[in-house]
């Protein structure tokens, strides 16, 4: 069982269902989370995000607020209130939505 601290082991209520897990663990799942941060001006912010992927060294989210490779943001589970700092480690480009695939690791 892929056990990653703050987020729960087993799929809460509000996940989308788990699609596959791959041969590395990576499990993709659609899960909500509140991202913490400072922006490039040193604002703070907090933003809702979803996990696309997630495995036990980091995991992909979709992220409307800007972040830049290196920078530690705050993960909180929304379903456990629990949370998790991560290192972002990519960071993709904006779409028309405005927001961007943002690859970290814990």
Not at 3 to 14: A, K, M, N, S
Not at 21 to 41: E, F, K, N, Q
Not at 67 to 81: A, D, Y
């Amino acid at each position: 069982m892929l056990e990653v601290p703050g987020f729960p082991t087993t799929v809460p209520e509000t996940a989308q269902p788990v699609e596959r897990v791959s041969p590395t663990g990576r499990v993709l799942i659609s899960s909500p989370v509140v991202v913490y941060g400072w922006g490039a001006d040193q604002t703070a912010f907090h933003a809702q995000a979803s996990i696309i992927t997630l495995n036990t060294q980091g995991g992909v989210i979709e992220l409307a607020a800007d972040v830049q490779r290196g920078q530690t943001i705050l993960l909180m589970n929304e379903t456990t209130k629990e949370d998790c700092a991560c290192r972002v480690v990519f960071v993709g480009v904006e779409r028309p939505d405005g927001k961007r695939k943002v690859v970290f690791e814990f």
